[in-house]
């Protein structure tokens, strides 16, 4: 009989000497394998278990609900954000009225680079946005997910080494296993109607897109919110607003004709 992972998360209510032992102990007896623990936010505690037998984590539950020590909040089949709390030793934090956004400071770096990753490496159709003021780290976070789950990148619009337009693909650079970075900005104000085709036809793909600023990218497209599965937000301080009107109202330099705020 296979092997079952779950997920047990629980919030110390007396933190007394040798508790941890006694929950390991239980565990062992009740022949619960751990595969990892670690602290997770607000004295909490997240294990990742494997078990054989369901009436396994039945019996465990039934036990652990008796315990005064201690509180439990989560058992049940581990989900990407459990795997990644006790990876990381805390939580990824989403939007309370949009389930689908979630939020992230610049020194969650290497948390938002694992979840990114975990959501490359899932097949088929998938449209990411990720919204941020100028250099938080937005495109510099995609592109490390993107070795983290082994994905070539490419970019369709960018200004992170020098602007990128793309208006063709070469044939092999049609892939699923390929990511598509956009960039909403780029792409709205100084692209042409042949990139717009390009862009298009990349959205038809099973493949993994990530569009730099979602909300401008959808105000002169086709594109709606709703298309995204997934927004990120990334901020340097929990409490940073994210604005758009610099780039709304461009001033632009009389030699090039960019705009001063060059993402």
């Known amino acids: 009989m296979e092997k079952t992972e779950w997920y047990l998360e629980y919030e110390i209510q007396h933190n007394r000497p040798g508790l941890l032992g006694d929950i ?14 670690n602290g997770v936010e607000n004295s909490r505690r997240g294990m990742l278990l ?31 954000r459990d ?25 969650e770096l290497g948390l938002l680079v694992d979840f990114m990753a975990e959501l490359y490496k899932k097949d088929g159709h998938k449209l990411i946005g990720i919204r941020g003021m100028p250099r938080v780290g937005k495109t510099e976070s995609i ?27 070469i044939q092999d650079e049609y892939n699923a296993d390929n990511l598509y970075i956009i960039d ?11 990139h717009w085709e390009l862009v298009r036809e990349i959205m038809r793909l099973p493949a993994t897109k990530v569009v730099e600023h979602p909300d401008i990218f959808v105000q002169q497209t086709e594109y709606k919110m709703d298309d995204f599965d997934y927004i ?22 009389q030699n090039n004709g960019f705009s001063m705020f060059d993402f």
């Open 232 to 253: 990120i937000e990334l901020r340097t301080e929990d409490d940073e607003e994210i604005r758009y009107d610099p780039i709304e109202k461009p001033e632009f330099n």
């Open 24 to 37: 390991s102990s239980l565990l062992g007896m009740l022949s619960i394998n751990i595969i990892t623990i």
């Open 83 to 107: 795997r990644l709390a006790v990876r990381h030793g805390r939580y990824i934090h989403s939007d309370v009225d949009d389930k689908k956004t979630f939020r992230f400071v610049r020194s």
């Open 143 to 169: 592109v490390a997910a993107s070795v983290c789950a082994n994905k070539r990148w490419l970019f369709v619009s960018s200004t992170l080494l020098k602007q990128t337009i793309r208006n063709k693909l």
């Open 50 to 80: 494997l078990s054989r037998k369901d009436e396994q984590i039945l019996r465990l539950k039934s036990i652990l609900n008796t315990m005064d020590t201690i509180n439990v909040t989560k058992l049940r089949k581990p989900k990407l």
């Open 184 to 194: 909403g900005i780029v792409s709205t104000k100084r692209a042409s109607e042949q």
